[in-house]
Nanobody, 120 residues
């Protein structure tokens, strides 16, 4: 089992910044992918930013240039720095971790979610 604990959400005005954190613990494989997804009201959960198993970053087009994902491997923690926030960024942000084995996802975990609300 893996536990993901998120923090850092809140209410901000458009143009402001927030940083989300996600600390992972438990049975984390050496090969894993970790990142952030968000779900706006009435919509599906979509990728925001993630580290792939190869260590590359992948961003949604809507956040490129504004959001930055980073990680501290020693602490098994991933961060999402969100700048120039827009009302469209509002939603519940979920941390995600995939454990990979033999070239495929072995298991996948989600955090409890943290609310980000951007007012105009």
């Amino acid at each position: 089992q893996v536990q993901l604990v998120e923090s850092g959400g809140g209410l901000v005005q458009a143009g402001e910044s927030l940083t989300l954190s996600c600390a992972a613990s438990g049975n984390i494989f050496s090969v894993n992918a970790m990142g952030w997804y968000r779900q706006a009201p009435g919509k599906q959960r979509d990728l925001v930013a993630t580290f792939t198993v190869g260590g590359y970053t992948n961003y949604a087009d809507s956040v490129k240039g504004r959001f930055t994902i980073s990680r501290n491997n020693a602490k098994n923690t991933v961060y999402l720095q969100m700048n120039s926030l827009k009302p469209d960024d509002t939603g519940v942000y979920y941390c995600n971790l995939q454990n990979w084995r033999l070239g495929r996802i072995d298991d996948e975990y989600w955090g409890q979610g943290t609310q980000v609300t951007v007012s105009s």
